[in-house]
């Protein structure tokens, strides 16, 4: 109830409250994240169901690299945790320290892009690309949507980190971090399900 | 500079020790099923409800310590989208996977 009220509060009463708008604009975000969620339970689904029909081609034993894919998990856990530091360090108020964080948790995240491009490139120089079976054309969509996500949280973050530097730790900035946060997290959740999903239970 | 209150938010701050045991609780969510499927010493039954039961503990343990998605009030209302879409996701995957086996099954 107290949403409906600081909503209506909102509509009638410019004079609103930093943190009512904050709170709105997380909201609203956090419902953006549940609607990509249902997007990746469809490509999920997808893969599922095609996730056996190899046609004869390569089977996901013969293709993933489990060690290769630990890296590549580690990265993206590591860059979820380095985030939330930035964060601490923004409530601090200590912009110094959030620009370090924003950095680390970048170099950590554009690591596990270039491993999932290598990983890419490789199976498809081998003729393994999304062409070859159903299988491997669910396999591409799903990790590539998931790729494509982190890769606009990596121009995001870069976008932030400038906003950071030149603007400062303004409440606006503060709203968007906070946001970004939200979206470094939710990838980091999907990716447990991808690599639960696709890779080991692919593997086994 | 002074930091703004943008508390209240439904995403708390978390702290160091929050972000540090999600950190260590998630790597151990993440060795065991590598562990299981790389050792390839346990049964195919075992290692599987070895990966769901990991994948789920990891992901709650990112929605508590990363999300801070908790029972207080603050939190509510994502909590609240996020159960409507995981019954919106049951629905679409678990329809999915009945309605094409099925169609599998009366195509044999």
């Known amino acids: ?204 | 500079m002074s930091p703004a209150p943008i508390d209240s938010t439904g995403v708390s701050r978390g702290s160091l020790k929050s972000y540090l045991t999600g950190f260590v609780l998630a790597l151990i969510l993440t060795a065991i099923p590598f562990a299981l499927v790389m050792s390839g010493a346990w049964s195919s039954s075992v290692t599987v409800i070895g990966i769901f039961i990991a994948g789920i503990g990891q992901i709650l343990v990112h929605l508590y310590y990363f999300l801070h998605l908790d029972t207080s009030s603050a939190a509510r209302w994502n909590v609240l989208a996020m159960v409507f879409t995981v019954l919106i996701m049951f629905l679409f995957v678990g329809g999915t996977l009945w309605i094409m086996s099925n169609l599998n099954y009366r195509m044999m």
């Open chain 1, 1 to 204: 109830m107290t949403t409906k009220d600081s909503t209506i509060s909102f509509v009638h009463n410019q004079e609103v409250a930093h943190s009512d708008t904050v709170a709105m604009q997380t909201l609203g975000f956090w419902i953006y994240l549940m609607s990509d969620l249902i997007l990746f339970s469809t490509l999920f689904a997808s893969f599922v169901v095609f996730g056996r029909s190899y046609a004869n081609g390569p089977t996901g034993k013969e293709l993933f690299d489990l060690p290769y894919l630990l890296g590549e998990t580690l990265f993206l856990l590591c860059s979820s945790v380095t985030y939330g530091l930035a964060m601490l360090a923004m409530h601090d108020g200590r912009k110094k320290r959030v620009l370090l964080g924003l950095a680390v948790t970048f170099l950590l995240g554009f690591g596990f892009v270039s491993m999932e491009i290598n990983e890419f490139l490789g199976m498809i120089s081998q003729g393994h690309g999304p062409d070859r079976s159903a299988f491997l054309s669910s396999f591409f969509t799903l990790v590539g949507t998931h790729g494509a996500h982190v890769s606009f949280g990596l121009i995001w973050m870069a976008v932030m980190m400038g906003q950071v530097a030149v603007k400062g730790l303004t409440v606006p900035v503060q709203s968007r971090l906070l946001r970004l946060s939200m979206f470094w997290h939710f990838l980091d959740i999907v990716w447990i399900g991808i690599f639960s999903i696709v890779y080991l239970m692919g593997v086994r």
